[in-house]
């Protein structure tokens, strides 16, 4: 490989480039001429065949005439890697002489790929290297042997693995050749095992019945779980089975002489009628007499079994709801001459359990107006975005930048981060308000009476009210009410999902003077907790 180089901008004693001029390159080490090069218009003589690696020393001559004849001598030095530098003039012959070549195994504590340092290779231990820390699986980590016999690259997409031919090295895995029963099922033990197990074995386990034991064996449990004694008689085995004939039309009930009191007795109900006794629950035993009494039991709230409920629906799929139709005293917020949501600042000075003074406020006019008291009990929550908590708003003073809380032993500290938006509807806009005080954990929904109006008279913009459950936004979820005339009360009464006894809303007014009134009419809750 030869290397190329230009003596440039050759001049003579007056700064004239010496036409004509011609330079010879000879090997420093042997002396032998190597190349030979005419000075250009511009006073460069270019070289393309030089040496690599080894020293050249340049003669040029000019003049023409012995006695006029005019020289001038260059050298191109290569320096040694000893002297700093890599002994060669080309990239292939400079890396193998600092060790770097094809040929060599240079060593490393690590290479950032890229020039990035998140992509760093390092060794963990013979023939293991890691990227990032994370080892990278080999060929030999894997024993077994692919479904589709790869046996060269096991690692790569070749994933499946034969365990039933195959060595397993799971253990605590049951592999398919363990199945050696028609309908096994996995048990587990536990002791951390599964076995597999069928027939009275797996009933025992599983506590169900075989075929020829589930008729006698569940009326028996029903019987017990009913406090009705179990029934010799193959024909009614101790439980009521209630047909078309044992509905009278007349009197709107169920015949329980011919039901519920026969499958008590064993009583065909064509026998001589003898007297029954049925016992409800709470309640003195109520006789009745033959196949011809009827039995009506009429149960108030107090007569529910919830835990039974509980049991038998599950904890939300059998609940009983009470539909309260009651107005709770007083208002959730009453705000008058107020603007958009949602309100945001920063704490000044170190704050109390009870007071915040704030700066740098926006939407500041949300709170103007908001009455306090003990008839608005609702609380407008304000969130502190630096420590992820909240307090519940009592009052705002805007004229001294002064929050009003209730009492809390909170961490928040001077140039905290406030905002009234919600943290759980992120929606915009969206504000939380607390109706713990006067709404019961129990509540599932209120009915909210609302009075929307615009007060300042032009409805230039938009002037809307919005209510969503305290949940992520859902569009289809929310509902609301706009000032549809200047000056005008808007009202509606609506219900709302109530969730950890708050609601969001959101004041999309366009203007600072609109008045908000909300108040509880009416509530859903459950009734069977």
């Known amino acids: 490989m030869a290397r190329s180089f230009t003596i440039p901008d050759l001049k003579d004693d007056r700064g004239r480039v010496p036409h004509g001029a011609r330079v010879r390159a000879t090997r420093t080490d042997t002396h032998v001429f190597v190349e030979e090069a005419l000075v250009d218009e511009y006073g460069n003589a270019t070289f393309s065949a030089l040496p690599t690696g080894v020293d050249v020393s340049f003669h040029a001559t000019w003049g023409g005439t012995t006695t006029g004849l005019k020289e001038r001598w260059f050298y191109s030095h290569i320096n040694a890697v000893a002297e700093g ?3 060669a003039s080309d990239a292939a012959t400079a890396a193998s002489n600092l060790g770097l070549g094809t040929g060599d195994s240079p060593q490393f504590t690590a290479i950032e790929l890229g020039h990035a340092t998140d992509t760093t290779i390092t060794r963990v231990s013979a023939a293991l290297i890691a990227v990032e820390g994370d080892n990278l699986l080999r060929a030999s980590d894997v024993d077994d042997t692919p479904v589709n016999g790869q046996t060269a690259v096991p690692a790569s997409s070749n994933w499946a693995y034969d365990h039933v031919d195959a060595a397993d090295p799971h253990t605590g895995y049951v592999k398919e050749s363990v199945f050696t029963q028609d309908s096994g099922i996995l048990v587990g033990t536990g002791s951390g095992a599964l076995q597999e197990e069928t027939g009275a074995t797996l009933r025992t386990s599983i506590d169900t019945y075989s075929t020829s034991e589930t008729d006698s064996a569940i009326d028996t449990d029903v019987a017990t779980h009913a406090d009705i004694d179990a029934v010799a008689d193959d024909t009614t085995k101790g439980h009521a ?26 009583d065909s109900g064509t026998a001589t009628p003898s007297t029954h006794q049925v016992t409800v629950a709470g309640t003195a035993p109520i006789s009745t007499a033959g196949a011809s009494a009827t039995v009506t039991v009429s149960l108030d709230t107090d007569g529910i079994d919830k835990t039974h409920l509980s049991q038998d629906f599950g904890a939300t799929g059998g609940r009983l709801y009470n539909l309260i139709v009651e107005p709770i005293a007083g208002e959730i917020v009453r705000m008058l001459n107020c603007g958009e949501s949602a309100f945001t600042a920063v704490i000044a000075g170190t704050p109390t359990t009870t007071s915040v003074v704030y700066d740098g406020e926006a939407k500041e006019s949300m709170f103007i107006g908001l009455n306090a008291g003990a008839d608005y009990w609702g609380r407008i929550i304000i969130h502190n975005a630096t420590r992820s908590n909240s307090r519940k708003v009592v009052s705002m003073d805007v004229d001294t930048n002064t929050i009003t809380t209730e009492s809390s032993t909170d961490d928040w500290a001077d140039n905290d981060v406030l905002t009234t938006q919600s943290q759980t509807n992120t929606s915009a806009r969206y504000i939380d308000i607390d109706v713990s005080a006067e709404v019961p954990a129990t509540t599932t929904a209120i009915y909210i009476f609302a009075v929307f109006q615009d007060n300042e008279g032009n409805l230039d913009t938009n002037r809307n009210l919005y209510f969503h459950p305290y949940e992520a936004y859902n569009k289809g979820k929310r509902q609301w009410i706009s000032a549809k005339n200047a000056l005008d009360s ?7 999902k109530i969730v950890n006894q708050k609601f969001t809303m959101a004041l999309w007014t366009g203007v600072v003077d609109v008045h908000v009134v909300l108040a509880v009419k009416a509530s859903l809750e459950y009734a069977d907790t």
């Open 85 to 87: 530098g890599t002994g």
């Open 241 to 266: 089975t209630f047909e078309a004939d044992d509905f009278d039309d007349a009197l709107g009930k169920i015949d329980l002489a011919t039901s519920v009191c026969k499958a008590v007795a064993g």
């Open 490 to 496: 808007n009202v509606l009464t609506f219900p709302l």
